[in-house]
């Protein structure tokens, strides 16, 4: 069984968002103990410090990553996957005995701060999503990755 937790900066405010979650966490109950961690996004206007407004996220991300966990950021110029790859790569995530933790950014992304700290980086895809749509497709994502490991047919 997996120990996930996901930590995204921003709320979900759609319901139609929050009801695609609560499907896949869900879904995910025999296969994962999850837990899923909201920060507050830091507002941007035109006068904004790009670098000002990652550092405050990267605090807020830092102040709830448990300890030991082996963290995975998402980014766009981390590695992609096929599904089976995914999969695969789960399962060995999962082997270091540790919390699995994915960090989602904001519409900034993340700070260096937060990708040094990670020990992988993922894409979920050459295109930009919006941290909502990031974190259903991620739970999908996982849930697919799980479906694999254990020879279910949603997969295929």
Request: net charge positive; hydrophobic share 40%.
């Amino acid at each position: 069984m997996y120990d996930i937790t996901i930590i995204s900066v921003g709320f979900i405010k759609e319901p139609y968002w929050q009801q695609a979650l609560d499907e896949y966490a869900k879904r995910l109950k025999p296969y994962a103990k999850l837990k899923l961690i909201e920060v507050q996004e830091e507002k941007i206007n035109s006068v904004t410090n790009r670098q000002q407004i990652l550092a405050k996220e990267a605090k807020k991300i830092k102040s709830v990553l448990p300890s030991g966990a082996y963290l995975i950021a998402l980014d766009r110029v981390g590695n992609s996957y096929t599904s089976n790859e995914w999969s695969e790569k789960l399962s060995q995530w999962s082997k270091f005995g540790q919390k699995i933790v994915f960090i989602i950014g904001g519409p900034l992304g993340l700070s260096a701060e937060i990708l040094n700290l990670a020990k992988d980086l993922v894409s979920l895809s050459k295109m930009t999503f919006t941290h909502q749509m990031s974190r259903v497709i991620l739970l999908e994502q996982i849930y697919r990755g799980a479906t694999i490991q254990n020879g279910i047919s949603y997969h295929y």
